[in-house]
């Protein structure tokens, strides 16, 4: 099959597919040119991320595709119904970078919680002059064993979210959109395993005033899935972190709710402007901030390159 990875593919993956005798095209083709590029070269098998856009327009005027692939779990830039309706395979890999996201989520709370997003920034303008003083209003930290852990989501990064905090000692709390019991595995270095069973439970007033760390792991929603309302149900102090998706929450809410000191710090990774993010977003400095690195690790990659070329063969196995 000829295959373009417009937006980049791991070297193992590469291998896999060219050890399998398929032709691969691995460089960036511009959005306004992919149509013409994919005809040109009679593409079958379409690879992207977030960034190329593959819409009913590109759908119907290349009618050489088979696959579109997407490297990473969210297919909000693909018109997936429509290219499954003209007989077209569209895969993913959620479980490929659920880890890396995971961590992330963890290096957020960890900078928020020693205010290590705002001690970064003001290091290099004053830390010369004004040790002392950053030292003492950096004081007030607070460590994250022991405290409550909300995660709204339970898919494959929910639980790995969930495996993390348990692991530093911390109470798991999960909310999903209907009670379930969930088993969850914590695998050590030396072999050894231990499992939890968690009970999930709905995002109501009772779970967000029991969480001290909340961590929003869902797809795409329609709306926000915390505004006002739910802001006020949180008990003072709350940190937050989003990894999910840009307009899971409401940007201008939260950061009327930081301001008035209702939540300590919130992490966003996602944005709802993106890749504009509002300047008052930016300039915060109670938030911390990173451009949509959730899964950008080598780690990840790998693993997503080798998941998208099993799928790709074994498509080409069976057709």
């Known amino acids: 099959m000829i295959i373009l990875a417009n937006d980049g593919l791991s070297q193992k993956g590469i291998d896999a597919l060219l050890s399998a005798g398929h032709t691969l095209l691995n460089h960036r083709v511009a959005q306004e040119q ?5 005809n040109e070269h009679q593409v079958e098998v379409l690879l992207v991320r977030s960034a190329t856009q593959v819409r009913k327009e590109l759908i119907d005027q290349v009618p050489s595709l088979k696959i579109i692939g997407r490297g990473g779990v969210g297919m909000d830039n693909i018109d997936v119904e429509y290219a499954e309706s003209k007989g077209i395979s569209v895969i993913n890999t959620p479980a490929a970078s659920s880890r890396s996201v995971a961590e ?15 001690a970064n920034r003001m290091m290099p303008l004053e830390g010369e002059t004004q040790f002392n003083q950053l030292k003492k209003s950096y004081a007030n930290a607070v460590e994250l064993s022991g405290k409550t852990l909300g995660i709204i989501g339970f898919g494959g990064i929910g639980k790995e979210v969930a495996q993390m905090g348990i692991a530093l000692g911390m109470k798991v709390k999960v909310a999903t959109r209907k009670p379930r019991k969930e088993k969850i595995e914590l695998s050590f270095f030396d072999g050894q395993k231990v499992e939890f069973e968690i ?30 309302e739910q802001f006020e149900m949180m008990k003072d102090g709350v940190f937050i972190v989003n990894t999910a998706r840009g307009g899971v929450l409401n940007e ?63 498509y080409s196995n069976n057709h």
Do not use: W
């Open 199 to 228: 009970t999930t439970e709905v995002a109501d007033a009772s779970f967000y005033q029991d969480v001290d760390f909340l961590s929003i792991n869902t797809p795409k929603t329609n709306g926000y899935l915390l505004d006002a």
């Open 34 to 38: 992919l149509i013409n590029f994919l």
């Open 104 to 118: 992330m989520v963890f290096a957020h709370f960890f900078s928020l919680a020693r205010f290590l997003h705002d």
């Open 252 to 314: 201008e809410t939260l950061l009327h709710y930081i301001d008035t000191e209702k939540i300590a710090g919130a992490a966003l990774d996602v944005f709802e402007n993106e890749p504009q993010p509002e300047l008052n977003i930016l300039m915060h400095p109670q938030l911390s901030l990173s451009p949509h690195l959730g899964g950008s690790t080598i780690d990840a990659q790998e693993k997503i390159g080798l998941e998208l070329a099993e799928q790709i063969i074994n």
